[in-house]
């Protein structure tokens, strides 16, 4: 595979799924000392990468779940984010100045702090309550940063009854990280068609619903925008027949997003109606890739790690395609804003 070391990320997957113990007693901990709901406060895309969990929460747990922006919750405050509130907070590199700044408000409100970084001795790390460290980088945080909160959200539901399978289902996900391998060894050469249609063209609409909108909105920002400077139209497909199905003719890409929850049918609809309308329709579906002992409702859970995998190999691909490696900036990190 084109720039991949297959030992590397087996390494930090795997350390993701082995942070498993570590975030469960965090958890249990902050529900013994009272915690009655959870912020994922995170800033850019590692923030973006945190809404699975939420919306898990959100879904079938009368757990309080949150998102926000950790620049605005500062700004703007929060009611609900007190002693009795759990703040997670993802940065890779531990040092993003709003992350830092959220840290310092969600202590200052009583509430406990767990940080997800990639190194021990960041500055986030050393202030949190609990901090969990994941030697990442941008190619393979995204798993990593999916897997982390979502045993987070699985821990909550689990000592809360409201989840009955946590163990099994930790015993499929120490499976994930060769899987995973698998579905980019399987996703290789397509990777590298779809990263020529969408070097090909100047302007691109990522869409998804349920798990996978978060993926969609993180490629579309973070991938195509900051580390490609492609622009691009992130909408939820619930949303995409709400303005932007106007935009669609002769010519304009479209990529989709399927994954295998419940809102499923709301990228099919999208589906149905792009090519219909001359769109050049681009679809990445989590399901056409196999996954020996993962069963569906695992599946359904890890429906944007899977196509994280896959669009990893996209990137691979595109960043030689352009002649733009993934790491150039302009501005990010790079002026002061």
């Not at 609900?80 to 993003?96: A, F, K, R």
């Not at 925008?225 to 939820?236: G, K, N, S």
Request: charged share 20%; with cysteine.
């Amino acid at each position: 595979m084109l720039n991949f070391d297959e030992a590397r990320f087996l390494r930090i997957q795997s350390g993701a799924i082995g942070l498993a113990d570590g975030l469960g007693g965090a958890v249990d901990a902050c529900l013994a000392a009272g915690a009655r709901n959870i912020f994922f406060l995170g800033s850019g895309g590692a923030g973006i990468l945190m809404y699975p969990a939420a919306a898990l929460l959100q879904a079938r747990s009368r757990f309080g779940a949150f998102t926000d922006w950790a620049a605005q919750i500062i700004e703007t405050g929060s009611a609900q984010l007190g002693p009795h509130s759990i703040v997670v907070i993802p940065s890779l590199s531990g040092t993003t100045a709003e992350s830092l700044a959220v840290l310092e408000y969600a202590k200052q409100a009583g509430a406990s702090v767990i940080t997800l970084t990639g190194r021990p001795d960041s500055a986030l790390a050393r202030k949190a309550d609990y901090n969990f460290s994941n030697d990442a980088a941008d190619d393979t945080s995204s798993e990593s940063f999916y897997l982390q909160s979502l045993i987070i959200a699985l821990a909550i539901m689990q000592q809360r009854g409201e989840f009955g399978g946590y163990d099994a289902t930790l015993q499929q996900l120490r499976q994930l990280p060769q899987l995973l391998v698998g579905v980019k060894q399987a996703a290789e050469e397509r990777a590298r068609h779809i990263a020529e249609t969408v070097a090909a063209r100047p302007y691109h609409i990522v869409t998804g619903a349920g798990s996978t909108w978060p993926e969609a909105f993180y490629y579309g920002m973070c991938i195509l925008e900051e580390m490609q400077w492609i622009r691009t139209r992130p909408v939820h497909a619930a949303d995409f027949f709400h303005g932007t199905l106007e935009l669609i003719e002769d010519g304009v890409s479209v990529l989709l997003l399927k994954g295998e929850d419940t809102a499923r049918p709301l990228a099919e609809r999208v589906e149905a109606f792009v090519p219909r309308y001359g769109g050049e329709l681009t679809v990445l579906d989590s399901a056409d890739y196999d996954l020996p002992g993962i069963s569906a409702p695992v599946r359904a859970l890890i429906s944007p790690a899977i196509l994280a995998t896959v669009l990893e190999r996209v990137d691979a691909h595109l960043e030689v395609i352009t002649g733009h490696p993934l790491s150039t900036r302009r501005y990010y990190k790079r002026v002061e804003y």
